[in-house]
Every structure is written in C-alpha cells, then in structure tokens.
C-alpha cells in the first residue's frame, strides 16, 4: 500500500474503472495553459541570478558573500522540498467545494497572491535573517502554485501531444528567463547608493509581481480541467472511494514522526560531538545541513512512496534530473561573483544579465526544435547533447576567465540548456508510476530541484568563501566549475538505464 495514498492505484474489486480519454488541444490552448511557466521563470530568474545575490553582496560584502547567500537559499530549498510533493498530493485529492473550480487551480491561485505578498517582505529586508525568512515563504507560496500547475500538463495534454507540449514549456521557461534578466539587470547595481538602490530594487520587485498575477490569470481561466483524466477518474469514482482517498493514514503520521525523531537525533548527536570533540574534530554547520538535509529527504520520498525498485525508470528520471540541475544550479547561483571576482567585471550584474540573455537566445535554437525531434528520434539523444554541451562551458570557464570567451560560451551553453528544458518535461511524463497521483509523482520529481538549490550553495558558498579570503578566488571558481562538469557527465552517463525510454 501507498504510504501516502490510502486507495491503492489498482482498480477496485467490482468498479468498473474510466479508460481516460484525451482530446487533441489546439497550438493556443496549449500555450495559453502552458504560459504560468513563463511567469515562474520570469521569477525565479530575476530572483536567483540577479536580485538575491546582489541583495546579499549589499548587505554583507565581498568576503562573506557566498557563505551569505548560501544561508538565504539552504532553508527556502529545504520548504521547497516539502512543500512540492506536499501541495501535490493534496491537489491529487481535494474534493468538495474548494475543487468546485477544479482541483489545481485553486492551488494556483491562492499560491501566487501568497507569493505576491512574501516578495513584499524580501524587497522591503535590511538583514539576512529576515531575507532568509522571506525568501524560505516565497519558496512555500510558489511552490504551493507550482506543484498543481506542473499536473496540469500530464493530466490534460495526450501522450501524442507532450513532445510538443515540452517544447513550449520550454521555450515560455526561456522567455521568461530572457525576461526576468534583463529587468533585474536594468535596474539592479550594487555599486549605487542605498537609496537608488532601494528605490530601484521595489521597482524591480514591483515588476515581478505584477508579471506572476498577470499569467497565473490567463492560465487558470484557460484551463478546462473537467477535460482532464483526474476529473474522468473521479466522476466514476464512489462516495467510499473518494473518502477513502482523501483521508490520513496512520502509516502517514508515524513516517512524519519517525522522520521528525531522526532528524533529531541527528542533530542532537552532531551537537554532542561538536560539545565533546573539540575545535579539531568539530563538523561544520555545511555537513551538518547536508546530513540532516538527506535524512529529511528520506523520510519524504518513503511518505510519497517513492519505490525505486517498483519504478525503476521513474527513479533514474528523477536522479538524472538532480544531476543535471547540479551541473546547471553550480554555474548559475555563483555567476555573478564569478564575474565580479574571477573575470573582474566592472558591473557584474550587467555581464550576468549579459551571459544570460545569450544562454537564452540561443537556447530558443534548441528549445522547441528538440521538443518535437524527441517526439520522433527519442528523448536520451536529447540530454546526451545537452550535458556534452553544457559540460563543455565548464571547462571553458576553467581555463579561461576572459570575458569575451565567457560571453561567447554562453551561446554554448544556451543550445544544451535548450536541448535539456524541450525533453525534461516529456521525459517524466513518459514514466509518471500512476495516473491517479500526477501531481503527487511530479512533486517527488521537483525534489530534484530543490536538493540541487540545496547542495549547490553548500558546496560551492564556503569553496569560494575560503578561497577568496585566501586571496585566491580563481582557484576556488575553477575547482567549483569541475564540479559542474562531473555532474553534468554523471547526468548525461545515467540517462541510459531508462529502459522504458528506448531511445
């Protein structure tokens, strides 16, 4: 039985179950579902590669910076990583009145406006404490938004269709970052004055909301969910079978509470030894984060029933994404001080909008063309060229820190990026373990994403830190970037033992 599901995904004895039927949708309703994605990436792009770093390095200084910013983003991604699968499955099973206008839009909806009002708070932060909370409730907000929104997808697109469907999500998560760039990069310079700075830094913040609750309404009122196979299922569904699916098990609240208890222990038994072993033999606060960062993820994959062994290509899909997005979180979340610290930019915000903006252009090359090539030539060869791609950037910014040569390796990285974003989504969906839980399965797939904001700023904020005390910051850069091409080799290496995918 599901840990998390107490109706089991195998038909009832007796109840004849719906063969779910997908109708073809037209160009315009799938970009008009699809366009919330923009929004998203218009957010988190602004957010993450311009406005937090530059928020933190404002604060804070050069010599803390990484350390800093790794401190905002640990704990935001530690929410994200629950509350993703979290919203999913109560999206998968909300009933009554609430699911009068579907099971995912209201989730949608009240996500965002949340979202809105944390952004609020993030603008209006002087401390890293307080950035650091704020930043943690718009992960909890969006996240709230984003599970429903991404079940969405599989729950009313065909199967004919996702290849296609990738393709755009794709390319709207380009234009979005294209976006979110270049209106963090106009008004966003941490050598102005506080007030300009402020003054600019709330028109930023401005712009973004304003963008999030103009797509989050466009999608929401395109959506036809009664269309979709969650809504067949449920209308063939009996009274018992709906309570039965919605209500708690009592496995649920013991694996929290076991889960709860470990990481406890974990912790209490780190402090001991840090008490007792002295300075010599004490663990730093980084492992510290990492190890009760994994056992909490333990405990929230067997609460989601993540079972490798029964979804074997469902787990390599979702650890190949976590490997990818290292490689991916490793350049992106550091580029600005790389620009400041090892290229010696004048205005490093400006080159990473720069880098950006090319990343993105010419992922538009590879975007939508390699949604509908892995529909017809399979979606591996895909993610093989993506990771040889964006490997070969790593490598780049190792031996060299020219700024016109970085610049122009961004072109590079655009088309893997590109190539990784048309089939990410269609992977997935190809080997979803149930129809009855899509929005359940997917939040165990963005788990991906926040391990790797997670992993990415603990190892790479004190690698720079140290090395740029040291009054070596290129060497920290270079030994940060090899870590990026190991995980972007390691991604490309495990898309092969996806056996379901053939090709």
């Known amino acids: 039985m599901s840990t998390l599901d107490n109706a089991s995904d195998a038909p009832t004895p007796g109840t004849q179950q719906p ?46 910076a990484g350390g800093a910013l790794a401190f905002v983003l640990i704990p935001g991604a530690f929410v994200a990583l629950v509350t993703n699968p979290l919203f999913g499955f109560f999206s998968d099973r909300t009933r009554g009145k609430l699911a009068a206008w579907g099971s995912r839009r209201p989730y949608i909806l009240f996500g965002t406006l949340i979202n809105v009002a944390c952004l609020v708070w993030m603008a209006s932060a002087r401390d890293i404490a307080s950035l650091a909370i704020a930043y943690a ?62 003054a600019h830094l709330w028109l930023a913040y401005g712009i973004m909301m304003g963008v999030l609750i103009v797509f989050m309404l466009i999608t929401i009122f395109a959506v036809r969910e009664r269309s979709g196979i969650l809504a067949q299922r449920r209308a063939l569904e009996s009274a018992e079978q709906a309570r039965r699916r919605f209500s708690i098990p009592p496995r649920v609240i013991l694996t929290c509470a076991l889960t709860l208890v470990a990481v406890g222990v974990a912790w209490g038994l780190i402090s001991l030894w840090n008490v007792v072993g002295g300075a010599h033999l004490r663990i730093s606060s980084d492992v510290e984060q990492v190890v009760l960062e994994v056992i909490a993820t333990i405990g929230i994959l067997i609460l989601f029933d993540f079972r490798p062994r029964r979804n074997p290509d469902f787990a390599w899909v979702v650890g190949t994404r976590l490997l990818m997005l290292l490689g991916i979180y490793t350049v992106q979340t550091f580029l600005q001080y790389y620009m400041r610290d090892a290229v010696g930019a004048a205005h490093p915000e400006q080159q990473t909008t720069n880098f950006v903006i090319l990343v993105s252009l010419t992922s538009l090359a590879s975007t939508l063309g390699a949604g509908w090539l892995s529909d017809r030539f399979g979606r591996k060869r895909m993610v093989y060229i993506a990771g040889a791609l964006m490997g070969m950037v790593g490598l780049i910014f190792i031996i060299t820190h020219s700024l016109t040569i970085v610049l122009a390796s961004a072109a590079l990285f655009g088309l893997g990026y590109g190539a990784y974003l048309s089939v990410d989504w269609a992977l997935i969906v190809d080997v979803l373990p149930s129809e009855h839980n899509f929005a359940r399965d997917m939040g165990i797939w963005n788990i991906a994403v926040s391990l790797a904001q997670v992993i990415a700023p603990i190892l790479g904020g004190p690698l720079i830190d140290t090395f740029t005390q040291r009054g070596q910051p290129v060497l920290g850069f270079q030994l940060l970037f090899t870590l990026a091409i190991v995980y972007c080799v390691l991604g490309t290496v495990t898309i092969r033992f996806i056996k379901s995918v053939k090709k």
Not at 20 to 48: M, Q
């Open 19 to 64: 063969v779910a039927h997908l109708p073809r949708l037209r160009w315009t309703h799938i970009l008009s579902i699809s366009i919330f994605n923009f929004g998203f990436s218009f957010h988190w792009a602004a957010l993450g590669v311009i406005i937090l770093p530059s928020q933190v390095f404002k604060i804070v200084g050069n010599l803390h």
């Open 137 to 198: 409730l718009v992960q909890f907000s969006s996240n709230a938004a984003q599970a429903p929104f991404h079940a969405l997808l599989p729950d009313i697109v065909p199967a004919e269709q996702r290849g296609l469907t990738s393709g755009v999500m794709g390319l709207l998560q380009v234009g979005g970052n294209i976006g979110g760039v270049i209106l963090a990069g106009m008004f966003i310079d941490a050598k102005q004055s506080w007030p300009i700075y402020q």
